[in-house]
């Protein structure tokens, strides 16, 4: 965070979009010069290129926490749909394997200038087994025979679905409800007609490790998996088709 990035509101300020790009370049031309035996950046370029952003993005830019403060004033229905998975939260997820913001409910209010004394509810949508693409603990695992994680290879909405570089390795789990640390008041399920045919479908509980069982995720990373054994309860599946809309 080294705070010389060019913001949405530079934009409409010429002087000062063209004192924070010359500052800017000060330092990077001094690289792309002397170090890389690159052409240096021109600054009036960057500023005329910028400055006509602006004109295209005025119309749709504004003052949105000001905005949602006087919706929420009116008594008119505001939400906030980040897309969130709380362990990827850089405080209360599985370090380091985390992202570098706030990735829990709380995050909302930080984005979008909503105080918390504003926030009403808090729904969380999941699906109804997890995945995760990423590496480090997770809180369950679908496993083989052999103890390897069981995996599905899944391509990003890119376009890109056909080439070996844009699909990865998805790993599943069954499904944890991380409730209290973003303070959900309800739960909206999502995919449960995967589990069309399973005759139970398994939810975790709690971690048993050697000292006993916790309903928490551990604190540090060494009590985690595989030293930390999940504890299921199980709900009873079901064989009809589930994805018809009822009427």
Same mark, same amino acid.
């Given at each position: 965070?080294?705070?010389?990035?060019?913001?949405v509101q530079?934009?409409?300020d010429?002087?000062?979009?063209?004192?924070?790009?010359?500052g800017?370049l000060?330092?990077?031309?001094?690289?792309?010069?002397?170090?890389y035996n690159r052409r240096a950046?021109?600054?009036?370029?960057v500023?005329?290129e910028?400055?006509?952003?602006?004109?295209?993005?005025?119309p749709?830019?504004?003052?949105?926490?000001?905005l949602l403060?006087r919706?929420?004033?009116?008594a008119?229905?505001s939400?906030s749909r980040?897309?969130?998975?709380?362990?990827?939260?850089?405080d209360?997820g599985?370090?380091?394997?985390?992202?570098?913001?706030?990735?829990t409910?709380?995050?909302?209010?930080t984005?979008?200038?909503?105080?918390?004394?504003?926030?009403?509810?808090?729904?969380?949508?999941?699906?109804?087994?997890?995945?995760? /693409?990423?590496?480090?603990p997770v #809180?369950?695992?679908?496993?083989?025979?052999?103890? *390897? !994680? &069981?995996? $599905?290879?899944?391509?990003?909405?890119?376009?890109?679905?056909g080439?070996a570089?844009?699909?990865?390795?998805?790993?599943r789990g069954?499904?944890?409800l991380?409730?209290?640390v973003?303070?959900?008041t309800?739960?909206?399920?999502?995919k449960?007609?995967?589990?069309?045919?399973w005759?139970?479908?398994?939810?975790?509980r709690?971690?048993r490790?050697?000292? /006993?069982?916790?309903?928490?995720? #551990?604190?540090?990373?060494?009590?985690?998996?595989? *030293? !930390? &054994?999940? $504890?299921y309860?199980?709900?009873?599946?079901?064989s009809?088709?589930?994805?018809?809309?009822?009427?």
């Amino acid at each position: 965070m080294s705070r010389v990035g060019i913001r949405v509101q530079d934009l409409f300020d010429a002087d000062g979009l063209r004192a924070k790009v010359v500052g800017a370049l000060n330092q990077k031309n001094q690289i792309l010069v002397k170090l890389y035996n690159r052409r240096a950046v021109d600054a009036d370029t960057v500023v005329a290129e910028l400055l006509s952003y602006g004109e295209r993005l005025r119309p749709m830019v504004a003052d949105t926490s000001l905005l949602l403060e006087r919706m929420l004033d009116e008594a008119r229905r505001s939400s906030s749909r980040p897309a969130r998975r709380t362990l990827l939260d850089v405080d209360h997820g599985t370090y380091p394997f985390v992202t570098s913001s706030n990735a829990t409910a709380g995050g909302a209010c930080t984005g979008s200038g909503i105080p918390p004394t504003r926030i009403s509810g808090v729904i969380a949508i999941a699906k109804a087994y997890t995945t995760s /693409g990423r590496r480090g603990p997770v #809180p369950t695992e679908l496993l083989d025979d052999h103890g *390897r !994680a &069981v995996c $599905v290879r899944w391509g990003p909405s890119t376009g890109r679905h056909g080439t070996a570089a844009a699909l990865r390795l998805v790993r599943r789990g069954y499904l944890p409800l991380p409730a209290r640390v973003n303070g959900v008041t309800d739960f909206v399920l999502t995919k449960l007609d995967v589990l069309t045919g399973w005759p139970r479908f398994p939810r975790l509980r709690r971690l048993r490790r050697r000292w /006993g069982c916790a309903p928490e995720m #551990p604190m540090t990373g060494s009590a985690s998996s595989p *030293r !930390a &054994v999940p $504890v299921y309860e199980t709900f009873a599946g079901w064989s009809e088709d589930i994805r018809a809309r009822p009427r």
